[in-house]
């Protein structure tokens, strides 16, 4: 039984990281998401000044999380999220309601991707 106990323990400590990681991932794009709802209807309700306060406080707050999403996330998922908060203030900048929105709704996709990646499913197991 002693020849067992360690990699029983390493895979009980890779499972209890999966599982933090997981949770993080669902708060923190769930954080991410919510300010990206607020900014959505304050541009809507043509509160530019506003909306771009709301979208530049999730982008900040989305770039102080960069390095830990490098670490668990694909790039490349990571990258194109951070792509999508650029065009997203860009539209944003020029008063383009469509496109904010339709950039918002990708971008809000594209985390629920980072969340969906992270969980433990048989999909992902697979």
């Known amino acids: 039984m002693k020849p067992l106990l360690p990699p029983i323990l390493l895979l ?3 499972l209890g990281f999966s599982l933090v990681n997981c949770s993080y991932m ?3 794009t769930t954080r991410w998401d919510a300010e990206l709802q607020e900014a959505d209807r304050l541009a809507e309700d043509e509160r530019w000044d506003e909306a771009g306060q709301t979208l530049s406080k999730g982008y900040r707050d989305w770039s102080s999380h960069q390095t830990y999403l490098h670490i668990v996330v694909k790039h490349e998922e990571v990258d194109g999220a951070q792509t999508m908060y650029l ?4 539209f944003l900048q020029e008063q383009e309601l469509s496109e904010f929105r339709a950039e ?3 971008l809000r996709s594209q985390l629920q991707l980072l969340a969906e990646m992270e969980r433990i499913s048989i999909k992902n197991i697979l």
């Open 26 to 28: 669902v708060r923190q």
């Open 104 to 106: 918002l709704a990708d």
């Open 87 to 90: 065009r997203a203030n860009a």
């Open 12 to 14: 009980a400590v890779l």
